[in-house]
């Protein structure tokens, strides 16, 4: 079935670095992919998307392109915040039979130290 | 905040015992999923109402059941609790329309443990 595999966690960085957080994916049709944020108890929130390849998301500063050849989402940032500490998820989106099926990496979680 | 609702927000109960998790999608939205989010399984679909109608199943155990109600509100109904089903419950919806491309929105979560 398909699956998300991102880079494992914890990762953390002093403010003002560069992030970028692996995540490849398999799927057997064309998937849309997202990247959702988790920040200290809340709920999941969309961080960028992208819907076909070679489409860039963006958000935030945050950016990540769909690469269908080699199968990857990697999400970046050119200089992290403390207020970016959370846990990020990548996933990609399945339409089967009229519907949407979310599937998610397992998360990496990201500390950033001032 | 996402205008998706969740009650309890915290749930503590025995093994064997039954609960019910209460979902309300933001205004407008007809569908709701349920998902699982522990540390061993990380965050696992579970099921999708659309309408009142059940869409979609992921790995949902026969002990959960859940159903949307004419108001759009959903139930997820956990019985014969055992201790692995402690976890975060997320409840969330999407508008019905954009198909795969479609952004979910998330409640708070509840967070039951199983003692």
């Known amino acids: 079935g398909d699956s998300v595999t991102q880079m494992e966690g914890p990762v953390t960085l002093s403010e003002e670095a560069f992030l970028t957080i692996n995540c490849t994916y398999t799927a057997t049709g064309y998937p849309s992919l997202f990247w959702y944020v988790q920040y200290p108890g809340e709920g999941l929130q969309l961080l960028l998307k992208?819907?076909?390849?070679?489409d860039k998301g963006s958000n935030k500063g945050f950016e990540a392109t769909y690469r269908k050849e080699t199968t990857s989402f990697h999400l970046e940032k050119g200089s992290v915040q403390v207020s970016d500490s959370a846990v990020y998820f990548c996933a990609l989106s399945d339409w089967i039979q009229g519907a949407q099926k979310l599937v998610f990496g397992q998360g990496t979680r990201l500390t950033i130290n001032p | 905040d996402s205008g998706v609702t969740q009650t309890p927000k915290h749930l503590i109960t025995a093994t064997g015992q039954r609960v019910t998790l209460r979902c309300s999608p933001r205004?407008?939205?007809?569908?709701v999923y349920w998902y699982q989010q522990s540390l061993d399984q990380g965050l696992q679909f579970l099921i999708q109402?659309?309408?009142?109608?059940?869409?979609a199943k992921g790995n949902i155990l026969e002990r959960f059941s859940a159903q949307q109600f004419p108001d759009l509100h959903s139930e997820l109904n956990l019985s014969s609790l055992e201790l692995g089903d402690s976890a975060l419950y997320f409840c969330?919806?999407?508008?019905?329309?954009?198909?795969?491309?479609?952004?979910?929105?998330f409640g708070p979560g509840t967070r039951l443990t199983v003692l």
């Open positions: 109402y659309y309408n009142g109608e059940e869409r």
């Open positions: 969330a919806s999407s508008p019905p329309t954009g198909g795969p491309y479609n952004e979910q929105f």
């Open positions: 205004s407008g939205d007809l569908s």
């Open positions: 992208a819907t076909k390849a070679d």
